[in-house]
């Protein structure tokens, strides 16, 4: 049995076409040569518009239900849960299955509800076999034994499906599952923001062969969601702020956050991962990487000011605005004629977004009000802005 | 193994559908190409002036009574002036049709010296009262100001901030979250919020129609249709609160009419925006006019509770399958121009 539910052959025709299109925006290729390629690489599946597709899979997640219920009224209720939910299991499967072979379904809404529907079904199946775990506490020692099972069927839905949702889901379920596990040794806790770092790494190490392989297309969205999650969480597990407070937390919470063990190990992680993600998304050319890393730097200045005040909120704001004001303006003087493979012009190939911009201005570009008389500045940690319309 | 991209192309090229030279020359390309920051760029220089110009904003007024404020507006003004000089100088010459843009450093400072005006313009008014009492002058003044540089330096972010500016002097809220960030306009607030709505779509509609700064319609149109819909629907509830029906029905005729335009326009232009919007404040336009009209010829001939209902039972199921047919067909209504 082929191991991918839907033709490779789907996904590398997109991408046939994307590339096309792109070339010929760029002017590599005659519209007359773009028509031929997208007439030897037609659209073979069915996929409507995103609206449609949001419709279908309220209409589908319905007509599940309905089915269900029908199923469960006509039983009288006597089979008990397991065998409901083993029944909805199947008949998800079978449905899915048959839609995709039939009627040439791929992710049009209909697919998409009839996998959720499924994999929601085996939770639910697993944790009506094992009563005495609690699937909502994070630190249930018995958690593994819901959790495994499921993670599982997540990873195998994700290998034959290859939905973005899904794999994301499998990416929460198996860091859960590492944050359980070594939640329940003293050495684990210790141990807990460098075992995600880890295992975030590992799992970006692994996605780095994934362009090599003849699948790829097949599994380009999947591993978008992995790498975006994964960098985020390699991020997050060593930043300083995300970890002394997620200590306090797991030490019982209530009253400011001590000191933690390590502290300088973390100071070097908060501020040189997203200076590394910037170099090394500048290097390889990669945009994902560049804006997680310009947020990840985002939140490390927010982390340095939750801790250390160094200057009162409204002259950050201004020297901070003007050192990014000129450092962006050298940018672009430095750049206007590509250098070093970077360049300051948009791309041939990418649409304008002008629009979108004077929308942000009417929205955001208000001068600060003057105060009321009587107010007082003091504390706060807003930089003013956003002030009201009216006069 | 070579990258996905470079496989894509040699497979193409081995089914014949590219000749090898120009296959290398796509691979050349590929190669080489630029990574463009581009929209980072432009992200981090807004960025950079949302925070200098709050910072600068709430320093002016903290240090009023001390030595440092005069080198605060000394510091704006010349930041001000230095900036505008630098956009005045690389101003592409006036076209009434989009301008290239010349220099993206330009339009940003641009922008920071409209903002830097606005926080000098309050100050001088909060220290000096410059203006007195006349608050509208205090807001006309940037209007007239902010749409002469939009149509002279043929910035969208500057026309923006006019239309604020505008709206801030009748006292309404056009800013397009504004229905989430400060609810309803009062209701004393409707009838100017209407006209400065309707000014603003015919702003738009002129300039579409007689190709004067095309480009800025879809401000002008958004802008001006979502004051003038939101303040539509404050004056068509208050007048049903108050029993005006038939005041009621000319407002949500008004409204029908705005959606019809914004219809026409988001055909013109294929948004998908605009299609939207209409639809959605001319389903309640219209479910309103047919509930007054209803009212006025049913009432008499059976009762008015009885009637509402059974229309009820009909209406709803019938406005699903009106919007199911909307998404189905969405593409077609846009782009049967």
Known sequence: MNTKAYPATWAQGDAVRAAASRWQRRGLLTPAQRATIEAAHPVTYYRPNNWIRVLLFVVTLLGAGTAMASATITTAFELGPVAYALLTLIGHLAALELLIKKSRYYRSGVDNALLYGALLAWAFLIACLGRDTDPSALTDPALWRWLVPV???????????????????????????????????????????????????????????????????????????????????????????????????????????????????????????????????????????????????????????????????????????????????????YLRTPRHGLTAAADAEARPYFNLESLVVAETAHAPAAPEPGFEFGGGHSGGGGADSSY | MAPPIFRLLADLEAEGLLPPTQADVIRADERTRPFSLHYELRALLYLGITLLVGGLGVLVYQHLDSIGHGVIIGVIILAMASSFAYAARHRAPFTWGEAPRTSIAADYLLLLSCLLFLVLEGYLQAQYALFGTRYGLAAAVPTVLFFYLAYRFDHRGVLSMAITALAAWVGVNVAPLALFTSGFPAQELSAPGLLLGLGLLGAGLASELLRRKPHFVYTYMLLGSNVALLAAM????????????????????????????????????????????????????????????????????????????????????????????????????????
Request: with cysteine; hydrophobic share 60%.
């Open chain 2, 234 to 337: 404050v004056r068509l509830f208050d007048d049903l609160d108050h029993g005006n029906d038939w005041q009621a029905l000319l407002v949500a005729l008004l409204v029908l009419g705005i959606c019809t335009v914004l219809v026409w326009y988001a055909r013109r232009t294929q948004s998908y925006v605009f299609l939207l919007l209409a639809a959605g404040y001319g389903y309640v336009a219209f479910t309103t006019g047919l509930v007054i009209v209803a009212k006025a010829i049913l009432t008499d001939i059976v009762g008015w509770q009885d009637a509402i209902f059974s229309l009820a039972v009909l209406y709803f199921p019938m406005s699903l399958i009106g919007l199911v047919l909307l998404l189905v067909n969405i593409k077609k209504i846009l782009h049967r121009a």
């Open chain 1, 151 to 333: 993670l599982l069927a997540l990873l195998a839905a994700l290998v034959r499906y290859a939905d973005p949702l899904v794999a994301a889901t499998s990416f929460a379920a198996a860091f859960a599952l590492l944050f359980n596990v070594l939640l329940q040794s003293a050495l684990g806790r210790l141990l807990l923001p460098f075992g995600m770092m880890a295992a975030a790494g590992a799992l970006l190490l692994a996605l780095r062969q994934l362009p090599a392989r003849d699948d790829y297309f097949y599994y380009r969205s999947a591993g978008l969601v992995l790498r975006t999650l994964g960098l985020a969480v390699f991020y997050l597990a060593g930043n300083y702020l995300v970890v002394r407070e997620g200590n306090a937390q797991l030490l019982g919470g209530g009253g400011p956050s001590t000191q933690i063990p390590l502290a300088p190990l973390f100071y070097v992680f908060t501020a040189g991962i997203p200076l590394v993600y910037i170099g090394l998304a500048l290097r390889r050319h990669d945009r994902l990487l560049l804006t997680l890393g310009l947020l990840a730097l985002a939140f490390s200045i927010f982390t340095l000011r939750n801790y250390r005040s160094l200057l009162p909120p409204e002259i950050a704001a201004t020297v901070g605005g003007a050192v990014l004001l000129l450092g962006a303006l050298a940018a672009l003087r």
